[in-house]
Antibody, heavy 123, light 106 residues
Framework: QMHLVESGGGVVQPGRSLRLSCAAS????????MHWVRQAPGKGLEWLAI????????IYSDSVKGRFSISRDNSKNTLYLQLNSLRREDTAVYYC????????????????WGQGTTVTVSS | DIQMTQSPSSVSASVGDRVTITCRAS??????LAWYQQTPGKAPRFLIY???NLQSGVPSRFSGRGSGTDFTLTISNLQPEDFATYYC?????????FGQGTRLDI
């Protein structure tokens, strides 16, 4: 059973930093690209970033480029999202998700999602 | 960025009904569209990929079609567990983008 579990959320002041983690199990983590997606309270889904299976490439949405950083440790089956210079509008549930395909460019979307971790940016 | 527009934003239906949700891309995305279902407090569930391919385990009352810029998700014979919010996702070009969602109410 493929499983993703996020952690690291919490309440943080504007301008501060936070690191989210996503622990993977039940599949060959090091073979898949991985994504982060967020959902602000009462709002829709927003795609944030992707990292390649080996961590050599990453791509970000404009809304977080330069402030957030995606990384992974395949030896620990763990995905990370470093959130810097946090703003109130970054308040959201953050989900990690697995790319559908295990080879290269995958235009199918994300098939397995974690339960999410909540980040609240407030003074 | 590619903009994804879903319609309607919300729709009311009854058990047994058939509902169609539309997703339109601001530019052509071939068939690289996925559909997700989300219930309150839960993570999204992957329903359909490449516009019309049903993910394993998803009931056959869900179907998708389309290519280019216009796509549809149809749910036949609505069941109580189908009342949720549905999102489309374009996976053709980075950054990936979601539609704004369609809430399906009883």
């Amino acid at each position: 059973q493929m499983h993703l579990v996020e952690s690291g959320g919490g309440v943080v002041q504007p301008g501060r930093s936070l690191r989210l983690s996503c622990a993977a199990s039940g599949f060959s983590f090091g073979s898949y690209g991985m994504h982060w997606v967020r959902q602000a309270p009462g709002k829709g889904l927003e795609w944030l970033a992707i990292i390649s299976y080996d961590g050599s490439h990453d791509i970000y949405s404009d809304s977080v480029k330069g402030r957030f950083s995606i990384s992974r440790d395949n030896s620990k089956n763990t995905l990370y999202l470093q959130l810097n210079s946090l703003r109130r509008e970054d308040t959201a549930v953050y989900y990690c998700a697995k790319d559908y395909c295990d080879t290269g460019r995958c235009p199918y979307g994300m098939d397995v999602w974690g339960q999410g971790t909540t980040v609240t940016v407030s003074s | 960025d590619i903009q994804m527009t879903q319609s309607p934003s919300s729709v009311s239906a009854s058990v047994g009904d058939r509902v169609t949700i539309t997703c339109r891309a601001s530019q052509g995305i071939s068939k690289w569209l996925a559909w997700y279902q989300q219930t309150p407090g839960k993570a999204p569930r992957f329903l359909i990929y490449a516009a019309s391919n049903l993910q394993s385990g998803v009931p056959s009352r869900f179907s998708g079609r389309g290519s280019g810029t216009d796509f549809t998700l149809t749910i036949s014979n609505l069941q109580p567990e189908d009342f949720a919010t549905y999102y489309c996702l374009q996976a053709d070009t980075f950054p990936f983008t979601f539609g704004q969602g369609t809430r399906l109410d009883i």
